[in-house]
């Protein structure tokens, strides 16, 4: 079960724009879950998880070789929202994109195994 809420996604033609969206649930769970690192990641077939762009909640962001000065990352870990705008997209931004959360930070940011909450995942798809 997702842990995550995302929404966005979907098919584009090369060189447009997706903007993809992701919130933390409130849940009832005493101390509540707050996550000091939120990022995205995408999933093709076949392959591993990729590390797209993640926020630390001090505000620092990072991003994977393929996306910088294409994608942005922003949002508040405060507010447990995260937004990914991707500009640019290519036909190989296709993938499955995750939304995912840290409640520490322990690696790496594009580690996926520190995350220990996901979305669902959501499609893009970019046709050439």
């Known amino acids: 079960q997702a842990q995550l809420v995302e929404s966005g996604g979907g098919s584009v033609q090369a060189g447009g724009s997706l903007t993809l969206s992701c919130t933390v649930p409130?849940?009832?769970?005493?101390?509540?879950?707050?996550?000091?690192?939120m990022g995205w990641f995408r999933q093709v077939p076949g392959n591993d998880r990729e590390g797209v762009a993640a926020?630390?909640?001090?505000?620092?962001?990072f991003y994977g070789d393929s996306v910088k000065g294409r994608f942005t990352i922003s949002g508040d870990n405060a507010d447990n929202m995260l937004t990914l705008h991707m500009n640019n997209l290519k036909p190989e931004d296709t993938a499955v994109y995750y939304c995912?959360?840290?409640?520490?930070?322990?690696?790496?940011?594009?580690?996926?195994?520190?995350?220990?909450?996901w979305g669902q995942g959501t499609q893009v798809t970019v046709s050439s």
């Open positions: 995912a959360a840290a409640s520490s930070v322990k690696t790496k940011w594009s580690t996926h195994t520190q995350y220990d909450r």
């Open positions: 409130k849940d009832t769970y005493t101390p509540p879950y707050k996550p000091w690192l």
């Open positions: 926020k630390l909640l001090g505000g620092s962001s």
